[in-house]
Each structure stands twice: as structure tokens, then as C-alpha cells.
């Protein structure tokens, strides 16, 4: 099989390139008849598992083999409906791993244009040509993969293999918690008890906040929940809150958002089940109430992730192969979400 389409995505200013190769080293010049594999989507949930030829990677970039893919939203709505990623294409963007001189490190996923004021400010999320392995380029379902030097962040000596798959997730939260301008002041309300919610859990804990609540339909989620922190954690939640953040999206968690946080409150959205919402805005003027966006993260906030991270523990990680990733994605939209998360180990 022929995968041209490597070269295409690399227009798109990001210089991935996906190396499924065996012994490998810095020294080996790859050459552009390598046989390799790659779990590759082609269709809406058709996920191949291929022998590919490759691309030769630059001196810029280093080969790095992956010893951990995550498995999140982003990866099950996208096997789902592809949408915005050019097909055939290899998903997964919270990928850690070992360069070839045994360093253990994550892979920043995001990168801008360097010019505009966004990415002069740090948010590179907003610029207009932001790039995100995994989505816009091919990701981390394999083996090895070729990463600019600039993108690399060595991983915490006491951090766990498993625990680096809360790295990415977590970055995410942390964006959010910032944006929210929360303090321990405040009641914390968090609807869904996945990654994002955990590292939300974790972000409120830290900041000493004497009300963390979260609500899930996970039993081992919400014990994952209590123990990086939340005061309570239930299948619903009532009352009312200064910050809500909805990390599911669907049009019922919007509106429970909204609806407990106080007057003068705050919710703060990371979902994207769901793409359209109605909001009764008569309310949200009389009531005050102000509604925000987050969406992925800073360099900054990756890092900082790195060690919010090692608050998680390595049993809630379930790994993978490569021939488990297509049932666990069909699981989640089953609304199995009865592991805490999943990876894909494709080393293993």
C-alpha cells in the first residue's frame, strides 16, 4: 500500500511522520521502502491494521517509540465521524514515549503558525492554522513515530508509564481551571468523571477547595474521582455552584451546567458531543451567569500537567493492543465507560 497522503499532510505545517519500524536507531538512514504497520482509520468506524511504506523523517525530527497512546473523546467521536481528519488517517495525540537514547518523554501534539498574536500570547489553540497530531496529521495508533526535537518534554523520573496517559487530559483541565479563574474559595461543581473531569478533580484539590463535586455513571470513575480529591462524587448533582464545568457536551450537561451554577456563576464547557446548544439568554442576563469555552492547552499548562498527573493511579489504566482499540472505541459509544482510561501499548 502506497501512502502518499503522508506527504499531503505535511502542507499542513506539521512535520509528523508515522515510522512503524523494528530496531531502529538514530544512526539507520530510513529510507522511503521500509515496510511498516499502522492502525489506520479509512472510514467511519472502519479502523485497518496495514503494512505501510513511509516517508524518510528530517534531522529536525526525532524517532520516538511509542509506549503510549491514549485513548479519549477525541479518539471515539473520531472513529465515529471523522469529521475535520483527511482519510486514511492514524489517530491518537496523547503519546509518550522513549527517544532512541532511552529518555522517556510527551509529545507536545499542538502547533501554530509562531506569528500571530495568539501564538505570541501562548494560546496557540486560537490560531487560525493551528495543527494537531492525531487530528489534522496522523497520530500516535503505532509503534514509532518522528516528533520535532521542540515538541519533546522529558517525563518525571517517578512517573509511570500509566500515568503519563492523564498527561494530555489533564492539560486540557488545567486550561480550563485557569480560564474558570477559580480559587479555593469557591464550589466546584463537575459533570462527567472522565480524564478531563479527573484532572479538574485534581486542579480543584490542589487549589484547596473545600466543595468538589462531580457526577458520572461510572462507579470506578467516580472512586478515581474520590480519590484524587472530590468531596462528593454521585451519579447526579443538585444545589448550586460559584464554577460548573461540563466535560461531556451533550445538550442535557449544558443545560444541568448552567442551571447549577449561582447566580453570577460561572460554567465552563469542554465537551464536544454534541456541536449546537439553545440557551435561554433571558436568564443567563438576569441571573449574571457567564459561559465559557476551553479548548486544549499551552506548553506551559502541558507541563504543568506532567505532574498533576502523578496523582493518578497506574491500576485505573487499562492497555491495550493493537487488534482491542476498535472494540474499546465501539464500547465507549455503547456508553461503556467503565474503565477509568484506556491506552494503546503498541510496543507490548
Known amino acids: 500500500m502506497s501512502i502518499h497522503y503522508f506527504g499531503e499532510k505535511r502542507i499542513l505545517r506539521l512535520s509528523f511522520v508515522i515510522i512503524l519500524l523494528n530496531n531502529v536507531t538514530r544512526k539507520d538512514k530510513i529510507s522511503y521502502g521500509c515496510i511498516l504497520k499502522a492502525l489506520i482509520l479509512e472510514d467511519k468506524r472502519k479502523l485497518v491494521l496495514k503494512n505501510v511504506d513511509t516517508l524518510s523523517f528530517s534531522d529536525?525530527?526525532?524517532?520516538?517509540?511509542?509506549?503510549?497512546?491514549?485513548?479519549?473523546?477525541?479518539?471515539?467521536?473520531?472513529?465515529?465521524?471523522?469529521?475535520?481528519?483527511?482519510?486514511?488517517?492514524?489517530?491518537?495525540?496523547?503519546?509518550?514515549?522513549?527517544?532512541?537514547?532511552?529518555?522517556?518523554?510527551?509529545?507536545?501534539?499542538?502547533?501554530?503558525?509562531?506569528?500571530?498574536?495568539?501564538?505570541?500570547?501562548?494560546?496557540?489553540?486560537?490560531?487560525?492554522?493551528?495543527?494537531?497530531?492525531?487530528?489534522?496529521?496522523?497520530?500516535?495508533?503505532?509503534?514509532?513515530?518522528?516528533?520535532?526535537?521542540?515538541?519533546?518534554?522529558?517525563?518525571?523520573?517517578?512517573?509511570?508509564?500509566?500515568?503519563?496517559a492523564f498527561i494530555e487530559p489533564f492539560a486540557n483541565s488545567m486550561n480550563a481551571w485557569e480560564i474558570s479563574q477559580a480559587?479555593?474559595?469557591?464550589?466546584?461543581?463537575?459533570?462527567?468523571?472522565?480524564?478531563?473531569?479527573?484532572?479538574?478533580?485534581?486542579?480543584?484539590?490542589?487549589?484547596?477547595?473545600?466543595?468538589?463535586?462531580?457526577?458520572?455513571?461510572?462507579?470506578?470513575?467516580?472512586?478515581?474521582?474520590?480519590?484524587?480529591?472530590?468531596?462528593?462524587?454521585?451519579?447526579?448533582?443538585?444545589?448550586?455552584?460559584?464554577?460548573?464545568?461540563?466535560?461531556?457536551?451533550?445538550?442535557?450537561t449544558r443545560a444541568l451546567a448552567i442551571q447549577l451554577s449561582k447566580k453570577g456563576g460561572k460554567s465552563v464547557f469542554l465537551g464536544f458531543a454534541t456541536p449546537m446548544f439553545d440557551v435561554n439568554f433571558a436568564e443567563l442576563i438576569r441571573h449574571q451567569k457567564q459561559l465559557l469555552g476551553s479548548f486544549v492547552y499551552s506548553k506551559e499548562q502541558f507541563k504543568k500537567a506532567m505532574y498533576l498527573a502523578k496523582n493518578c493511579k497506574s491500576e485505573w489504566v487499562s492497555n491495550l493492543t493493537f487488534t482491542d482499540i476498535e472494540d474499546q472505541l465501539e464500547k465507549y459509544l455503547n456508553n461503556d465507560f467503565s474503565t477509568v482510561k484506556a491506552v494503546l501499548r503498541p510496543n507490548q
Open 60 to 164: 529536525s525530527e526525532v524517532l520516538i517509540d511509542i509506549e503510549v497512546a491514549g485513548i479519549g473523546g477525541s479518539e471515539y467521536l473520531g472513529f465515529n465521524n471523522p469529521g475535520i481528519r483527511p482519510l486514511p488517517h492514524i489517530m491518537g495525540h496523547g503519546i509518550t514515549g522513549l527517544t532512541p537514547e532511552g529518555k522517556r518523554v510527551a509529545i507536545y501534539p499542538l502547533q501554530g503558525c509562531g506569528k500571530c498574536v495568539y501564538c505570541k500570547d501562548n494560546r496557540v489553540q486560537l490560531c487560525d492554522k493551528w495543527t494537531l497530531i492525531g487530528v489534522h496529521c496522523d497520530g500516535g495508533f503505532a509503534q514509532k513515530v518522528a516528533i520535532p526535537r521542540e515538541l519533546l518534554f522529558e517525563l518525571p523520573s517517578d512517573l509511570t508509564w500509566e500515568q503519563s
Open 183 to 252: 480559587s479555593r474559595e469557591n464550589s466546584i461543581a463537575i459533570i462527567g468523571a472522565g480524564s478531563l473531569g479527573l484532572g479538574l478533580v485534581a486542579c480543584a484539590h490542589a487549589e484547596q477547595c473545600q466543595v468538589i463535586e462531580v457526577s458520572d455513571l461510572s462507579v470506578s470513575r467516580l472512586d478515581a474521582a474520590k480519590c484524587l480529591g472530590a468531596t462528593k462524587s454521585a451519579e447526579s448533582l443538585d444545589g448550586q455552584f460559584d464554577i460548573v464545568f461540563d466535560t461531556v457536551g451533550t445538550q442535557e
